[in-house]
């Protein structure tokens, strides 16, 4: 199915380190969002970018997105512990659904 | 305070029963969805609903069933036909129809455990 994979599964880091997260997917696409999971927890939208953007920013986030590679990347600048959550990116699927993928699990030590 | 109530938060049930998760929203958001999440899985989606009174099946619809008589409520009943329903469930919804459109608000999940 089409989807958005994200890389690496799993990512531990210690606070004041940046952390960066990718996610390919398999088709075009009209835009491609970020989203946090804390444990147990509902999804919280971070970021949406468009095709026609390449690069975008929110507070400590940077999100780039690359159509040719048909990639993203989430980068996070000076990590803190309540950063510690599992990150999804989701792609539009062909029926018009927001498709995710398995997430990354960051781990961020204080 | 706008947003997504889910309940119950921690479900059990025996097999063989049919239970039922709330989702309400006070969003006014046209658009809401039910996704199932099993751990360290993305989430799928089990059914949608663009306006009042229609919604359509996701990927993974079979065992379950919905309804959307008010634009804020979207219940989502599990049937006994679902042969694994152990999972956490999300309830989520967007302010126009058409998951391209933007943005999904999320409850905080219920967590269903079958005995």
């Known amino acids: 199915s089409q989807q958005g994979e994200e890389d690496p599964q799993a990512l531990s880091i210690q606070e004041g380190e940046n952390a960066t997260m990718n996610c390919s997917y398999k088709?075009?696409?009209?835009?491609l969002q970020w989203y946090r999971q804390n444990s147990g927890r509902g999804l919280v939208h971070l970021i949406l970018?468009?095709?026609?953007?390449r690069e975008k920013h929110s507070g400590r986030l940077r999100v780039t997105l690359d159509t040719s590679k048909k990639s993203s990347s989430l980068l996070i600048t000076a990590s803190r512990a309540a950063d510690t959550a599992s990150y999804f990116c989701?792609?539009?699927?062909?029926?018009?659904?927001?498709?995710f993928g398995k997430g990354t699990k960051l781990s961020v030590k204080p | 305070d706008g947003g997504i109530t889910q309940s119950p938060k921690y479900l059990f049930r025996k097999e063989g029963q049919n239970v039922t998760l709330s989702c309400e929203q006070n969003?006014?958001?046209?658009?809401m969805y039910w996704y199932r999440q099993d751990p360290g899985q993305g989430l799928r989606l089990i059914y949608y609903?663009?306006?009042?009174?229609?919604?359509q099946k996701g990927d993974i619809a079979e065992g379950y069933s919905v309804s959307r008589e008010k634009k804020e409520s979207f219940p989502l009943t599990v049937t006994s036909a679902q042969k694994n329903p152990t999972a956490f469930y999300l309830c989520?919804?967007?302010?126009?129809?058409?998951?391209?459109?933007?943005?999904?608000?999320f409850g905080e999940g219920s967590r269903l455990t079958v005995l």
């Open positions: 970018i468009r095709s026609n953007e």
């Open positions: 969003l006014n958001h046209d658009a």
């Open positions: 088709t075009s696409i009209n835009n």
């Open positions: 989520a919804s967007s302010i126009r129809p058409g998951l391209w459109s933007g943005e999904l608000f």
């Open positions: 609903s663009q306006i009042v009174n229609d919604f």
């Open positions: 989701a792609t539009g699927g062909s029926q018009g659904n927001l498709i």
